[in-house]
C-alpha cells in the first residue's frame, strides 16, 4: 500500500525559505510521476511542480524561478525548495504520486506571513 508523508511545513516570513519533504512507502518515487500541488482556501488544488519518471520536471508560472522539485532515489523521498516565498504561497502543500491511480499525502501548512 501506497504512503506519502510530508513535512517541512511552518510559518515563514516573506522572502524566506521552506523545503518540504515527502517520504514515500510501498511504492519507488523514481519509478512513477511525483508532484507538488498546492490549496489555498477557498481556492481549487493546483500544481505546483512535477517530476516524470525519467526526471522531467515541470512548473507552475507563479513559482518558476523559485522552486525547485528534485527526488533521493536513495531515502525514497521527493521535495520542494522553496525560495522568496510570498504571502501568495501560502497554501497546503501535498505530495501525489500516479501509478496508475493518483495517490495524495496529508498536506502539509506553508504559512508566508510577517
Known amino acids: 500500500q501506497v504512503q506519502l508523508v510530508e513535512s517541512g511545513g511552518g510559518l515563514v516570513q516573506p522572502g524566506g525559505s521552506l523545503r518540504l519533504s515527502c517520504a514515500a512507502s510501498?511504492?519507488?518515487?523514481?519509478?512513477?510521476?511525483m508532484g507538488w500541488y498546492r490549496q489555498a482556501p477557498g481556492k481549487e488544488r493546483e500544481m505546483v511542480a512535477t517530476?516524470?519518471?525519467?526526471?522531467?520536471?515541470k512548473y507552475a508560472d507563479s513559482v518558476k524561478g523559485r522552486f525547485t522539485i528534485s527526488r533521493d532515489n536513495a531515502k525514497n523521498t521527493l521535495y520542494l525548495q522553496m525560495n522568496s516565498l510570498k504571502s501568495d504561497d501560502t497554501a497546503v502543500y501535498y505530495c501525489?504520486?500516479?501509478?496508475?491511480?493518483?495517490?495524495w499525502g496529508q498536506g502539509t501548512q506553508v504559512t508566508v506571513s510577517s
Open positions: 501525489r504520486m500516479t501509478r496508475g491511480l493518483i495517490y
Open positions: 510501498g511504492s519507488i518515487v523514481s519509478f512513477y510521476g
Open positions: 517530476i516524470t519518471s525519467s526526471g522531467s520536471v
